[in-house]
């Protein structure tokens, strides 16, 4: 059965890096999501894409952030100048009719 | 805006003892409802999904109903297995074509022998 992967599975770096999460999606899927998970709070929604554009972001997804397809696989996740904060569970999803999502088993990121 | 609401956890179980957790929301429109598992270790899974009001979704023995009278989806199985010792989340899509997930905290189920 198809799934969605990610990696790296664990990140450690320090405040102030730059950090690239990697997912591939589902092969035939169109629609691909980035949400995170902060320790002890909700899965928050970060940014759709589709199409090879973002389709929504929320307040979370400020400049600091940004998307990436560039290969036709692969989808990334970059984070430019890591803060404490952004310490969480990280989780791509992908989906064919933008209604089912499938996650990937996510990135634990710590910044320290 | 749209929300979701969990009733808190932890909950235990004894293995073979009958689990329900509460799940309601706030929505406008017509949104599709989801429950999605995270077993230790690993990431989040579609359990069961419903798409309209009165809709069952059923999985694994779990079953939820789409109330849209109760603005309700509790998820229920009549017979919880160690093996279902989990973390549950309540999901709903919002409306239009992007369909993003808002959540509930989720619950965590410990079922013991």
């Known amino acids: 059965e198809p799934e969605v992967t990610q990696t790296p599975s664990h990140q450690v770096t320090q405040m102030g890096q730059e950090v690239i999460l990697r997912c591939v999606p589902i092969?035939?899927?169109?629609?691909f999501y980035w949400y995170r998970q902060i320790l002890g709070q909700k899965v928050e929604f970060l940014v759709s894409?589709?199409?090879?554009?973002?389709?929504?972001k929320s307040e979370i997804f400020d400049d600091q952030f940004s998307v990436e397809r560039p290969d036709g696989s692969n989808f990334t996740l970059k984070i430019r100048s890591t803060k404490l904060e952004d310490s969480a569970m990280y989780f791509c999803a992908s989906s064919n009719s933008g209604e089912t999502q499938y996650f990937g088993p996510g990135t634990r990121l710590l910044v320290l | 805006g749209n929300s979701v609401t969990q009733m808190e956890g932890p909950v235990t179980l004894s293995e073979e003892a009958f689990l329900t957790i509460n799940c309601t929301y706030t929505a406008t429109g017509y949104p599709s409802l989801f429950w999605y598992v995270q077993y230790p270790g690993e990431g989040l899974q579609l359990l069961l999904k419903?798409?309209?009001a009165d809709d069952k979704g059923s999985n694994k023995g779990f079953e939820a109903t789409y109330r849209k009278e109760t603005t309700s989806f509790h998820l229920e199985k009549g017979s919880v297995q160690v093996s279902d010792s989990a973390v549950y989340f309540c999901?709903?899509?919002?409306?239009?074509?992007?369909?993003?997930?808002?959540w509930g905290l989720g619950t965590s189920l410990a079922v013991n022998p």
């Open positions: 894409f589709y199409n090879n554009e973002i389709s929504e």
């Open positions: 419903a798409t309209k």
């Open positions: 999901a709903l899509s919002s409306a239009g074509n992007n369909r993003k997930l808002i």
């Open positions: 092969s035939n899927h169109l629609y």
